[in-house]
């Protein structure tokens, strides 16, 4: 009783839930048409001509307290704006001149310099501003899919693979093994080459040797289970980097604005709180700010995406809505919320100095969010804690809305591969060379041999034992003579058996 004695007539007995409420009072209300609390249709008039999270809000409202609304704009020229919004109220009039509406709605800011010209509402909702740049180009880096280990990681998998070769070359080296045979080829210097081919190609998966000894078995057990947890650890790690590597813009925060002076070009709307808060920050704190001011949020929005302005800020609530449903399809995928929500704020709605009806509706305002239906509203615009993410709707990786990685990602591996492919082929001709090398030289000595053979002396006459014995010779002779030997540098001892007359 006491309570009600203190707020003066005519809303002395006016209560949500008494059934009668306000008896169909009409409520003249001057909207800021900002979406998602306020859409403006101008094709259609009256009440019809608009809807969103504060319109429903008001019809909620309508029910509780059995009252009506008529609904304008505070100033169709500057729909956003909340100041023209508030002054249709009468802000900034003394007591008891005539106002054009009762109270205004849409997202306006509950500031401590509007407190002082207007009642507010308990607040129907409580957000802050988030700051809005554009997507970055993703990074197209040569050597990227490196990237997912740093650098002393790689440092320590070569030296791995070192000192297993060395390892190997101590077990396997064909003139230092104990076993009778071994994979690895070539003489005490070039197996070195052999065995560390034999440690790396475990990681590429083109291993085509096998350890004999006992010893470099169970080094190559260690080896490959060093490798399996090396490669699943990169693969996984590859994916999630190349899909995150692009979100990582310079302004991560609103902190990055204040704390690097004017560098940094801001795009904001005029007619809003933004201007009073920049005023706060700079009073306070001493910040400096390049700013332009834009008629609209959108226009804001749009010279950020452009690249003529660095960033903007703004609701939180008009960012979400901002960014999944109402982006042009020109700037889809190209801006993005980062940082936290700064400059916490309650959102209320404003009637009046002289008038006690603020009290009714904030009575109205906490009853509709015990019930869970302001809640409810929030779900159906898409607003609040549980709004899509920018990073949901467009993905960022490839910078075009899908999780695909682009050709870009993987120059660096297709040089690589391109250098070791024109290495072998160099080796491998190399190779050939050698092997003609060889031939060649084999087939000159043939030839020789044939065109210009040794001088053959008569043999005196010898018994029939001795002319067998040098004709097995001379057989002997020229079949290593055809076989490339040069004649005279072997010497062969022929046995034979005959039988004698």
């Keep these: 009783a006491e309570r009600r004695q203190a707020i003066d007539k005519p809303t002395i007995d006016v209560f949500h839930g008494d059934g009668t409420g306000y008896s169909g009072k009409t409520f003249k209300v001057s909207l800021q048409a900002i979406h998602p609390a306020v859409i403006w249709d101008e094709t ?27 609904l304008s704009l505070g100033d169709p020229a500057e729909p956003e704006s909340a100041e023209a919004a508030l002054e249709r109220v009468g802000a900034g009039k003394t007591i008891g001149d005539e106002r054009e509406a009762d109270f205004a709605a849409g997202l306006i800011h509950m500031t ?12 129907f909702m409580t957000s802050g501003y988030v700051m ?20 002393l ?69 260690g080896h490959g289970w060093f490798m399996l947890i090396l490669v699943a650890s990169y693969t996984a790690n590859l994916a999630s980097f190349l899909t995150a590597q692009a ?16 560098q940094y070009k801001l795009a904001l ?14 009073g306070h704190y001493g910040y400096e700010f390049n700013v332009e001011y834009v008629d609209t949020f959108e226009e804001a929005f749009e010279m950020v995406a452009d690249g003529r302005a660095d960033a903007t800020f703004e609701d939180e609530p008009v960012v979400q809505y901002y960014l999944e449903e109402d982006v042009p399809e020109a700037l889809r ?64 990786s490839g910078n075009d809305g899908t999780d695909a990685f682009l050709a870009g990602d993987f120059w660096g591996l297709v ?33 020789f041999a044939v065109s210009d053979p040794e001088p053959k002396i008569a043999a005196p006459p010898q018994a029939a034992g001795s002319s067998l014995e040098t004709a097995v010779k001379n057989g002997v002779t020229q079949a290593l003579t055809q076989a490339g030997h040069v004649p005279g540098s072997v010497e062969a001892t022929v046995g034979y058996a005959y039988s004698r007359p």
Excluded at 112 to 123: E, G, K, S
Excluded at 132 to 151: C, E, H, I, Y
């Design 44 to 70: 259609k008039e009256g009440n019809e001509a608009f809807s969103g999270f504060t319109i429903d809000l008001l019809d909620l409202l309508k029910e509780e307290l059995n009252c009506d609304f008529e």
């Design 247 to 262: 979100l990582v813009p310079s302004i991560k925060s609103w902190n990055d604005i204040t704390s690097t002076g004017r």
């Design 269 to 282: 709307p005029r007619g809003t709180a933004h201007a009073d808060f920049l005023e706060f920050e700079t």
């Design 333 to 396: 995928c190209k801006l993005m919320e980062v940082g936290r929500i700064f400059a916490p704020v309650g959102y209320g709605l404003a009637f009046n100095l002289d008038s006690q009806d603020f009290i009714t509706f904030s009575q109205a305002i906490v009853h509709l969010q015990e019930l869970g239906d302001i809640n409810r509203l929030q779900l159906k615009w898409r607003i609040g804690p549980g709004a899509s993410t920018q990073e949901e709707l467009c993905g960022f």
């Design 112 to 123: 401590a310099n509007r407190t002082r010209i207007v009642h507010f509402t308990t607040p």
């Design 132 to 151: 809005v740049v554009p997507v970055p180009k993703p990074s197209r880096g040569l050597w990227n899919f490196f990237a997912p280990f740093d650098t």
């Design 153 to 221: 990681l790689w440092i320590l998998v070569i030296i791995e693979m070192l000192v297993v070769a060395a390892a190997f070359y101590i077990t396997e080296a064909p003139h230092m093994t104990v076993h009778a045979e071994t994979d690895v080829e070539g003489s005490a210097l070039t197996s070195v080459g052999d065995v560390i081919y034999f440690s790396v190609s475990l990681l590429t998966g083109t291993l085509d040797k096998s350890p004999r000894t006992w010893g470099g078995k169970l080094i190559m057990l």
């Design 415 to 447: 040089l690589m591969t391109s250098i070791f492919l024109i290495v072998g082929l160099i080796v491998n001709m190399y190779e050939r060379h050698l092997k003609a090398k060889a031939t060649l030289g084999a087939k000159t000595r043939e030839v």
